[in-house]
């Protein structure tokens, strides 16, 4: 029904700057908050960024000023420009999108499949 697809990740050095995106696709009514997680080995997936579709945005304490996210709406898509990385940004990262399907009466939250990022010392 729906396909959250990521792109962007990979191998960067300490400081260097990545961005990542996440394209929603399927029978789409609407797309409410979009947002990033991360989870780094031996720990829990925690908030990165998360946009409503308003564009209010909120950032986890440890990223502000790093990272932006942003989001199309007529794209269906959600970016996470992240600059200034850190060894402690390496992790999994995933696109989340809460989506009301075409003739739903209620929003679903969906998640794409992880973007390994990892910043070398």
């Known amino acids: 029904q729906v396909q959250l697809v990521e792109s962007g990740g990979g191998l960067v050095q300490a400081g260097g700057s990545l961005r990542l995106s996440c394209a929603a696709s399927?029978?789409?009514?609407?797309?409410?908050?979009m947002g990033w997680y991360r989870q780094a080995p031996g720990k829990q997936r925690e908030l990165v960024a998360r946009?409503?579709?308003?564009?209010?945005?909120n950032y986890a304490d440890s990223v502000k000023g790093r990272f932006t996210i942003s989001r199309d709406n007529a794209k269906n898509t959600v970016y996470l420009q992240m600059n200034s990385l850190k060894p402690e940004d390496t992790a999994v990262y995933f696109c989340?999108?809460?989506?009301?399907?075409?003739?739903?009466?209620?929003?679903?939250?969906?998640w794409g499949q992880g973007t390994q990022v990892t910043v070398s010392s």
């Open positions: 989340n999108a809460n989506i009301m399907l075409v003739l739903a009466k209620t929003q679903t939250a969906y």
């Open positions: 399927g029978s789409i009514f609407s797309i409410n908050a």
């Open positions: 946009i409503t579709s308003g564009g209010t945005t």
